[in-house]
């Protein structure tokens, strides 16, 4: 098995740009998360969904975040517009019960 | 309350074991304790998870304190490639949300 596979890896863009953040989870999983990291925050959850619904989106920064899962092989999660804060490194895991498997992550910086 | 309490930072010497603590004085009689740990400029990965019992698999091994207010990661031999930070995360059997705190950075001394 691949892993979750995340893209890009990689993403410099300047503020008030959107960026969307994609991820493909393990096959055969039924949830998904998306954290962010940062030096300041440590590893934070933003939204986790199950069988492709939000379940808990608590974590959200504010309404300039979004998240969709629109089949159980696909989720993105798009900022717009972006602010130099949202600078951090974005991760992504799967599960099918308890052990998360997360993908190597976005690093993304906004100038 | 999903907090857990881990010390900043330790250090070991490479081939020795290391024991990292975690405090979780509030856990209820249904959380597990799951351990994970995130190398260098990667995602964080599984190592191992527990209710009451120790558990052990081929990463290391977890002693859960007969209360339950405490548990223990044990590696048996450091080895370079076990540098990382390392978070021990309560999860409640009401969901599977999980909430890192700051973790362990564990430097391994050649």
């Known amino acids: 098995d691949a892993g979750v596979i995340q893209s890009p890896r990689h993403e410099v863009t300047e503020m008030g740009q959107e960026v969307t953040l994609r991820c493909k989870p393990i096959?055969?999983?039924?949830?998904l998360f998306w954290y962010r990291q940062t030096m300041m925050r440590g590893l934070e959850l933003l939204i986790y969904f199950n069988n492709n619904v939000p379940i808990d989106d608590s974590g959200m920064p504010e309404d300039r975040f979004s998240a969709k899962m629109p089949n159980a092989s696909f989720s993105t999660l798009k900022i717009q517009p972006s602010e130099p804060r949202d600078s951090a490194v974005y991760f992504c895991a799967s599960s099918l019960l308890d052990t998360q498997y997360f993908g190597p992550g976005t690093r993304l910086t906004v100038l | 309350d999903a907090k857990t309490t881990q010390p900043n930072s330790m250090e070991s010497n490479e081939e020795e074991p290391v024991h990292l603590p975690c405090n979780h004085s509030t856990i209820s009689g249904t959380d597990y304790i799951h351990w994970y740990r995130q190398l260098p400029s990667q995602g964080p990965e599984y190592v191992i998870h527990?209710?009451?019992s120790n558990v052990n698999n081929r990463m290391a091994s977890l002693a859960i304190a007969e209360d339950r207010k405490s548990s223990t990661l044990i590696l048996h031999r450091a080895t370079l490639r076990d540098a990382a930070v390392y978070y021990c995360i309560r999860l409640r059997d009401t969901g599977n949300q999980f909430y890192f705190g700051t973790g362990t950075s564990l430097t391994v001394i050649p």
């Open positions: 096959s055969g999983h039924n949830s």
């Open positions: 527990g209710l009451t």
